[in-house]
């Protein structure tokens, strides 16, 4: 998860692992992003699209999407812009609701699982 607010990147961190799943961060700069994907790659990456410092997310969007990561982009601001890098991303608008998020996440979860066998 990239997500550089820390009381949103908390919440959603305990909405996921109360869910069943495993969570890596929330990283809140690119170069901490850069430093989790360098343990493991992530099945679903949950990316906020503006970071600390004026930092935007879409390089990071273009190499998760291209090592096979779903991405959930999740912003608080519909000022991004349309590029192709956000082709075939899902984009959430945050505040988001647990139900919303939880029910985008089940089909990519149900995928995964799929594939594990």
Same mark, same amino acid.
């Given at each position: 998860?990239? *997500? ?9 961190? *305990?909405?996921? *692992?109360?869910?069943?799943? /495993?969570? @890596? ?12 994907? @360098?343990?493991? =790659?992530?099945?679903? @990456? =949950?990316?906020?699209?503006?970071? &600390?410092?004026?930092? &935007? ?8 999407? !291209? ?9 608080? $601001? $519909? ?15 945050? #505040?988001?609701?647990?139900? !919303?998020?939880?029910?985008? =996440?089940? #089909? /990519?979860?149900? !995928? ?6």
């Amino acid at each position: 998860m990239v *997500e550089d607010s820390a009381a949103i990147g908390d919440a959603v961190k *305990e909405l996921l *692992e109360v869910s069943g799943a /495993i969570v @890596a961060g929330p990283a809140a700069t690119i170069a901490e992003a850069e430093g989790l994907l @360098a343990q493991t =790659l992530p099945d679903v @990456a =949950l990316v906020d699209f503006h970071l &600390r410092g004026g930092e &935007r997310s879409d390089g990071l969007i273009v190499r998760l999407r !291209q090592c096979g990561v779903s991405v959930v982009l999740l912003t608080g $601001s $519909s000022d991004f812009p349309a590029t192709s890098s956000l082709i075939g991303t899902t984009i959430l608008e945050k #505040p988001v609701s647990e139900a !919303q998020l939880l029910a985008h =996440l089940s #089909p /990519i979860a149900t !995928q995964v699982k799929g594939k594990l066998g």
